[in-house]
Structure formats: structure tokens, C-alpha cells
């Protein structure tokens, strides 16, 4: 899987952030896998996390996505990551899997947009519509008669859609790291032509049934239209199981892994 060269491979997992977020909000799934002798990285997609872009100059999901692709055509050749990725960020996941299909051993999708490559994703999958102001604030990068250039949940919504379940402390430290998401970028991610290669590797979807946001229906809804290899459900999980459940999602990815070995 890591094919390093010396004796034993190395299992190397790369994270992949939703919506606003960035590489931070898997600092305790990064710390329990390292100290158990994983490899890790998490990937600022650009404009998220500390990456130096504004999100309201991202056009497309390429540019949005591009740390993330140059992470994995640097690899070293054979070197296989299992991809995982949180919410929207499942999109880009998606997009990553057709394009550097021999580089992915396995894609593990947490409450995250999971849509077969080629088919038409289903309007009611996504409550979020383009302008409509309710629990969102728009940004307008481009003038107010132009469409919005980014997104971000209004603060006193944060608790409630994204860590109903989670520690405050998490909550505290995630209101001040969420980022404005680039609009643009998020309106091509799931549009992608069919990939009959890209199907061949293995795929796992992880269910949050506390989630606020994306309810259990729409989940369901996902993996009825494309059917994972493997399916777990973390029963007290919010939208964000990185903070609600840690320990849990670390032992359903150590599960699915082990799948892998067989
Ligand atoms: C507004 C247009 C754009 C979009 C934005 C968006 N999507 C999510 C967020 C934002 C700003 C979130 O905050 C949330 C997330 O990443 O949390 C960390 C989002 C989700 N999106 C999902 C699925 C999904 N979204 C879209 C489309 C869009 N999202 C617009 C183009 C689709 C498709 C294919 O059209 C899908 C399947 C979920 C994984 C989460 C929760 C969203 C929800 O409850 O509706």
C-alpha cells in the first residue's frame, strides 16, 4: 500500500476537508493514527485552512483542488493513500479517484457528497441553494449583481448544524478557523464523466445519524445510488465525527483498512 521499499508497507492516509474547514479539524483522528504507527497528511484545499488564497479568487473545483492533486502526482510511483474525505469535501475525493485512480487504494467517505461519476446528482441531495441568505451568509467578490463568489454558515448556526455533539471547546476553536467556501468551485465538484476504472477501487462510506445537516435520508439516498463496498454508521455522531466521535471513527477506519490486507 505505502511501498516505501523497506519491509513493511506503509499505510498512508490523506484527508480531505468539507466546506469552510481545512487540515485542522482532523487533528485528533492525525494524532490517534500517527501514534499508532500510520502515515498521515491533511491537504488546505486552496482558500481553506491556511492556505494564502482568498476563496472569493478560486473559479473552479481544478484550482480549489489542486493541493490535493499535486499531493498525489508527487507521490512516489507504486505508493498507493486511502483517501477520505468529510461532506463536500467528498467531491473533490471523487474528482481525486477518477484522476489518479491508480494512486488510491481505497476511498472512505465521511457524511460527504459520494456521487457515481457520469450520473446526474439528484437536486434534493444538497439542501444549500445558490443565494438564498437563511443560515448562510454570502460574499460578493465580484459586486452584488453578480452571483456569490463565497459561503459560510452564519455563526449562531454553527453549533447546531455542524457539532451539535461536539466538544465546546472544538466549537470554540473551529469558530474562529472556518473560512468563507469558494461557491464557484463547489458548483462543478460531482459533475464528472463516467470512470468504469475509477469504480474498481473500493469505497466506504461512513454514516453520521446525529447529523443536523445532512440528514440520515439524503445519506441513504447517496448509497442507494452508488452502493459502497463497505458501510458503517457512528450512532452519536454530528456532521463533524472528526470532533463528536474520534475514537470511534478511528476504529471503523482501522476496520476498513483491514479489508484491505485480506
Ligand atoms: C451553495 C452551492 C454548493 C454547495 C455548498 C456547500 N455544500 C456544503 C456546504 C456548502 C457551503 C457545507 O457547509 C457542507 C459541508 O461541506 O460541511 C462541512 C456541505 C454539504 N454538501 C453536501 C452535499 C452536496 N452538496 C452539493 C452541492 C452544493 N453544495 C452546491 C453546488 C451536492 C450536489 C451534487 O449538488 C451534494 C451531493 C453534504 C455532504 C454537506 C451537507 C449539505 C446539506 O445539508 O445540504
Redesign the pocket.
Known sequence: MGGEGGAEPVIHFVFV?????GAWCWYKLTTLLDAAGFKSTSVDLTGAGISLIDSNIVFDSDQYNRPLFSLLSDLPPHHKVILYG??????SVTEALCKFTDKISMAIYL???M?RPGSI?S?H??????GEEDI?EYTYGEGTDKPPTG?L?KPEFIRHY?YSQSPLEDVTLSSKLLRP?P?RA??D??KLPPNPEAEKVPRVYIKTAKDN???SV?QDL?VENWPPSQLYVLEDSD??AFFSVPTTLFAYLLRAVSFLQR
Request: hydrophobic share 45%; proline share 5%.
Open positions: 476537508h468539507g466546506a469552510s474547514h468529510h461532506s463536500i469535501g467528498g467531491g457524511a460527504a457528497s456521487v446528482p437536486p441531495l444538497s439542501n444549500i441553494h445558490v448562510w459561503v454558515m455542524y467556501a461557491m463547489f458548483q465538484l460531482d445537516l445532512f440528514d439524503r447517496l456532521h463533524s
